[in-house]
Every structure is written in C-alpha cells, then in structure tokens.
C-alpha cells in the first residue's frame, strides 16, 4: 500500500490561500464539499484568468499589428521594444506557472502516493453496468470476500458475498453513498464487468473503477450536503443513467443510519 502522510491535511491547507474570489470568478463550478476542493478551484481559477488575458492580449497585438501596417518603415528602428519590455512578461508567466505546477504536483501527491490515516473510514464502491454499489464493513471492520459466481442482483447479492465467509455477514449494501463529515474517508473502487469512472463534482474528485483491480482514493469530507455521483467513462448504452447520490451528514446522524442498516442485515 501507499505510505501514510499524517500531514497531508496541513499541505493540503498550506497551499489553499482563501478562495472566495476564485469562486466567484467561476460562478458555474458546482459547491465544494472537500477539505481539498479550495485549491483545486483555486488552480482553475488562475487557469482561466491567465488564458482569458492571453487570449485578449494575442488579439490587442494582431490589431495594433494591423493598425501600424502603414507606418513609414523608417520610425520602426525607434519603436523596437526594449529588454525589459520584451521578456519581462514572459518572464513573470514562466515564474507563475511553475509555481501552479509545483502547487497541483504536492496536492497529487498528497492524494495519492500517500495512504489515508490509521482511523480513515473504509467503503468500498463497486461499478456495475448501470450502477454503483457502496458497501460498509459493519461492526467487524473487515469486508466479506466476494465470489463472482454468487453474484446475484435479483437475489439480493449484488456483490457476490460469499456466505461462507463469517466477515461479510455484518457488511452494509447501499445504492446510495451516506458519509459523516469531517471524517477522511478511503474508497476501494471496483469494477464488475468494464471500465467505469467515479466522478464525484461536489468533491472534486474523479477515479477509474478497473476491473480485475481495487484502487484507491481518500479525501476528506468538510460540508454536509447532497452531492451527485456520476460515471465519467462511457460504459455502455446506459451510461447517462449510471447515477447515484452522496449524503454527507453529521457524524451522529450517520451513526444512526449505519446501526440501523446494520440491524437489518442481522435479522
């Protein structure tokens, strides 16, 4: 597994500046529920502004070009542009991308070549053609092995759980994904059948579900809310149905719900 960062929150704060203005220069990005959202926002923000001041710029220098065409030859060894005024500018967009880079680089590291902490809450999350699955160890901490031959939807086994495994017995199966917040939460992504892509908006947060393999990501909830789950790889003729939902809730109220799914299965 991964190394764990025990101050992964810290550099995730470190290089998040406030960002109420960038949200306010990207009105149409959905709200942000993640402890890393803000500097992910904050990036698109400097993105954006820069490419919309070098598109303007481009098209200020084409028509001062187009202006000057008649200009008498002889004035142009007058007007070439000194050191300073030439490559200072680039310059300066060479220093501020540099440092956005080295920002997006110790963010992604942050989130994945490092492991969640010790006490990060496990889920896992299966993808299936046209529908996601979130499955919560129950009391024993630990997930029941899955055979793909007792895969049965119809059944009430969608993920295939072996009976026979005294682990799986306490296991939570839910069509929708219910959270606390404040609490850093690590997703085991798994495909049944093709590739599918957990796309979280709300929680900036995006990862390929492969099959044959169980990858992880961890983030950090922050604001309760409902968030919508999409799949970002087209999966199949039914790919714009592939939807499900994230509730996140007090840490309380998603106890509730938890002992309650629980207490279902025990019976």
């Not at 008649?70 to 060479?94: H, Q, R």
Request: hydrophobic content about 50%.
């Amino acid at each position: 597994m991964f190394p764990v960062c025990p101050h992964r929150n810290a550099l995730i704060s470190s290089v998040s500046l406030p960002h109420s203005a960038i949200l306010a220069a990207v009105p149409w990005m959905p709200g942000n529920g993640a402890l890393h959202g803000a500097i992910f926002d904050r990036l698109m923000g400097w993105n954006l502004a820069i490419l919309l001041a070098l598109f303007l710029l481009a098209h200020l220098l084409l028509i001062a070009a187009l202006l000057r065409r008649g200009a008498a030859s002889a004035s142009s060894a007058a007007k070439i542009p000194s050191l300073l005024t030439k490559w200072l500018p680039l310059a300066g967009l060479c220093v501020l991308y540099v440092w956005m880079a080295v920002t997006a680089e110790r963010l992604w590291a942050a989130d994945r070549f490092a492991g969640p902490a010790p006490a990060s809450m496990q889920v896992e999350v299966t993808g299936v053609q046209f529908q996601w699955y979130f499955r919560y160890p129950g009391q024993d901490a630990a997930f029941g092995a899955t055979r793909p031959r007792l895969i049965d939807a119809a059944g009430g086994n969608p993920l295939g759980i072996d009976p026979a495994d005294p682990r799986g017995h306490d296991d939570v199966i839910s069509s929708v994904l219910e959270l606390p917040a404040g609490r850093e939460v690590d997703l085991r992504l798994r495909s049944q059948d093709v590739i599918h892509g957990l796309f979280i908006p709300g929680m900036r947060l995006k990862q390929n579900a492969v099959p044959g393999m169980v990858l992880h990501v961890h983030f950090t909830l922050q604001q309760p809310g409902s968030y919508a789950i999409l799949c970002s790889q087209v999966c199949g003729m039914g790919h714009a149905r592939m939807q499900a939902t994230l509730r996140v809730v007090p840490p309380a109220e998603f106890d509730r719900w938890l002992s309650t799914r629980e207490h279902a299965v025990s019976r």
